[in-house]
């Protein structure tokens, strides 16, 4: 299955792995590796089920770390965004040895709402799961949508989004599904507090799927990592605000 599982790489220096978010791909990476791949030796793939990668099959968050690692750069920054968060904070606290530094972008440790948590709740998820089966495309526009709700330049996150989307092959119906059981169930709050490597926490504060309320919460349990806050972007500032975006990124690693 490793075999099957292709990757892509630019330019030299410290090695830093981008991993893209649920219902997208790595189009969505275009202008960041654009402006990063000058300073770094930049390596990006599709998740399992998606664009190139759409072949490969994984049933579970452990899984997909498998297959990531199996090929990754032996040490290497990784940065994920949104459920890729999840997947990078995953690889960090399975192979510490591998990741120097741990970037995770408008993502969260526990996406779900709980009684002690706030998040997304779970009818939003619920509803996407049923949309899946019925109308794939619409329930990808829709989700595209919530990312750039209050976003001030909404209007031309959900362009960007759905060029990256419409950019490679659909992806699977089975890896999109075990994404959302992946957002609904995955809880590392309390597995990160253990987390010894540099970590970046980046925030969108009008992101309307990772509540900005969280990020105090998140800062007084990991004590260890830092924050940064973009004001007027939703849950992609790398898109919305890509200069800030480069510079924080290059900021922290160097």
Request: charged share 15%; hydrophobic share 45%; with cysteine.
């Amino acid at each position: 299955m490793t075999l099957q599982f292709k990757w892509h790489r630019a330019g030299q220096g410290p090695d830093l792995v981008l991993i893209h978010g649920w219902g997208i791909n790595v189009g969505v990476w275009q202008d960041v590796i654009r402006q990063l791949s000058p300073h770094y030796c930049v390596h990006w793939c599709d998740l399992p089920g998606y664009g190139d990668n759409a072949t490969v099959v994984a049933t579970s968050l452990n899984d997909i770390v498998v297959q990531l690692l199996a090929q990754a750069p032996v040490k290497a920054v990784w940065l994920g965004w949104s459920l890729g968060g999840i997947i990078a904070s995953q690889v960090a606290l399975t192979a510490p040895q591998r990741v120097t530094q741990l970037i995770t972008v408008a993502s969260s440790p526990c996406f779900m709402s709980r009684t002690d948590w706030t998040g997304i709740q779970p009818r939003v998820l619920a509803n996407f799961q049923t949309q899946l089966v019925t109308d794939f495309a619409l329930t990808i526009e829709r989700f595209l949508v919530l990312q750039a709700l209050g976003s001030r330049t909404a209007k031309e996150d959900i362009r960007q989004l759905k060029a990256a989307v419409l950019s490679r092959p659909q992806p699977q119906l089975a890896a999109l599904t075990l994404g959302l059981e992946l957002l609904e169930t995955v809880d590392l709050r309390q597995s990160l507090t253990a987390l010894l490597q540099p970590w970046l926490r980046l925030y969108g504060r009008l992101d309307a799927l990772v509540p900005i309320k969280t990020e105090p919460v998140l800062s007084a349990q990991y004590p260890q990592s830092q924050r940064y806050i973009f004001t007027d972007a939703s849950h992609a500032p790398f898109m919305s605000h890509l200069d800030e975006f480069i510079t924080v990124i290059k900021t922290f690693m160097d």
